[in-house]
């Protein structure tokens, strides 16, 4: 059963603080049907934040079902955004049990405000559960959504030197030759957060892949890199 005072308490709240004319450009910004009440961001997460911590979940199955709840449910983006900030609770860490929240949340969130959302929790369950969630990161970098593969390229943001660069390699390989805007964005995305811990392994990918790399990807990959002559990032040695 999902909490309901929680559920109760984040609806009002962010009712409360609707800004009507900041939702509307938040909405055409999004390009999203469902409608924005103009909350930012970091109020979402402080309202989900106090709701939890008000009314504490009793179990790990409760938190899962509260955040379902709040997904389906929401009218509002906001409500989507809190039930993603709730996965982020200490009790949900590294539980595998997660695993088809997320997916529901890529497969029916299709945008990539929500389905980035879950990319830090993604990455903390695949430092805790490698075994069981490689295979499933490289089924979904072959999915026939494109927002599974951009999830599957986007899972180690957050991973650092705990990176699988074999892993990041090939659920990149795998879509190199990809058209789609927000799949050459978010291999750029990966190898440059990546760049940022081994930059010599970025630098060497992108020269070895450069002729199937896009341009964007290339040249995000490299957007904060410089060659040893001291120049811009987008230039190999």
Known sequence: MANEEVLAAIRASLRSLRDPVRGAA???????????????????????????????????????????????????????YAAIDLTGLRMAAGDLRMLPLYEEIIRTGASWDLVDGVAHRICALLQEH????????????????????????????????????ALLARVIETNMGDKEFFIRKAI??????????????????????????????????????????????DRLV
């Open 26 to 80: 938040a909405q055409a910004y999004l390009k999203s049907s469902m409608p924005s009440l103009g909350v930012r961001v970091p109020e979402v997460r402080r309202i989900a934040r106090t709701a939890a911590a008000n009314h504490p979940f009793g179990s790990a199955a409760e938190l899962r079902a509260t955040v379902l709840d709040l997904w389906r449910g929401a009218e509002f983006r906001e409500e989507r």
């Open 130 to 165: 490698r075994q069981e969630l490689t295979p499933v990161l490289l089924t979904w970098s072959s999915h026939e959504d494109f927002w599974f593969r951009r999830a599957s390229i986007t899972a180690q943001l957050a991973a650092k030197s705990s990176t699988d660069t």
């Open 188 to 233: 750029g995305w990966s190898l440059r957060e990546y760049a940022k811990t081994d930059p010599d392994w970025v630098r060497d990918f992108v020269k070895h892949h450069d002729r199937s790399l896009s341009p964007l990807s290339r040249r995000e990959a490299l957007k904060n890199l410089r060659s040893d002559d001291g120049t811009g990032g």
